[in-house]
Structures are given as C-alpha cells and as structure tokens.
C-alpha cells in the first residue's frame, strides 16, 4: 500500500501540529483566503498522480477534530486497500446522519451558502437540485478530509478548476463574500465553506468504493444541536441507514421514514 498524506500548514505553530508520518504542505500565504483548497488544486496541477496510490490534503486540525492520528489512518487504508479508492475521515458523523445533505448543513451554519452553491451548478451546467440531493455517511465529508486515489482526484480537479475560474472571473461578488464560523464575530470567505461541499457532490454523483469508519457509537453528539442521548443517537444512525437505502433504489417511502425520524429529533438551530 501506498500513500502519500499532506498536511497543509500556515506558519509555524501549524507547523509543529503535523502528526508524524504525514507529509508538510506550505500554505505561508493563503493566497485569497482559499485555505487548503488552492494548495491541493496547484498540487493537482503540477503533479502526475500514480494509479493505486492514496493521495490526501488534510488540515493541520485533523487529529483534533477526528482523534485519528497518522498510524489510525495508515492502518485504515492499508486493510482495506485492495478493495476502495475512496477513504472518508469526517468529522461530525451525526449532522451528516441529520441533514439531508452537506449543503443544507452549510445553510444552516453559513446563511445564502445553498443559493451561491446552487447558482455555480447552474452555471457549470451540471444537472443537480441541492434542496433534493440525499447523502450519507459514505458520500459525505467535511474539511476536505478524504483521502484517495487517482480516479477520485481526476475528477476533483475538473471542478475545482471550474470552481475557481467561477469565483476569481465570473462572480467576484462570491469571491470576497464574508459568511459567519461558528460565531457571528468570526467571518471567512464563504466560497472556503462551497469548496469543501465538492466533495460531497462528486461522490454524490459518481461511483466510488468509499470506505469510513464507523463513528455513530464511539464519537460524541454535538450538543449544540442536538441533545445528547440514547434515543438521538439511535434515531441519528436509523437516518444515516435510511438515506443509503433510498440511494439504492429512490423509494419514496424510504425517505418519508427518514424525515418521520428526523421530526421526532430535538433540534437547536445555532
């Protein structure tokens, strides 16, 4: 097995946070406010990508957001290797059971981020309705922390590349809107919250053997939005298996059961 995981850095206290084993990705100006999605696009560019070869960009907040550190993630692939080209290490396993998908997520924490999104695929001409589109827990990820191989970052970079041209030529406006991080007083550029949803689509959209931990017993509820208990937690792993059974065969029925749980969820809007 082989692998080549970068961490993304910004200076030197970033620096220091990589986990042995994983790869420095100099990100020293983050250049437009683009955060780890510029580094990973000029790496993409530059480089020819190895067939059967694990390819990641991480944060340098992996490790405290996911607990994995680097022998976790390289044991991971490397047992499961031979049978995915797909590797998702998510954060936040019970918003991407509770939301329909990952863009409605981003509405709710980054108002206006559905309407930008929905506005560029119209743009790009891709035939996708982001109220409608059903996730889970194998074709959604958050923080741009997936890792994979060669067919996956292929199609990556045609979007990216599409994405980027979009914001920098055909919708300035876009690239210098601010948007709110987890408090009204931190504001970041919200095409860095629509980057990091690309993932989610491609997946979404395309055919991949995804392989992810399984983190809806061991892995803490956000209490911030949900409440913290026995029954959230079973009703939050009923809806994650209910979306991937709707994907299969788009029973209707399938996802009415889905939202029956999810009304039946307490819910803080943040």
Known sequence: MKAYIYTIYYDQYSF???????????????RNGWFEFLPILEFLKKSKLDNDVWYGFLSPKFLDKTGYDSQVVFEFLNQFDQYSDVALFSPAWDQIAYFLNPFEQGEVWHPGLMFQSQKFLNYIRLDVDLQALVTDSTCSVYSNYIIAKKTYWDKWKVIALQFYEYVESINSQLGSMKISYGSINNQYPMKSFIQERLASLILSTNSFNVITPDQSISKPIFTRLFKDDAITRHHLIAMDTLKKLYRKNLNKDILKSYWLLRNEIKFTKP
Not at 16 to 30: D, H, Q
């Open 16 to 30: 220091k946070k990589i986990p042995p084993g994983f790869i420095p990705l100099a990100n020293l100006t983050n």
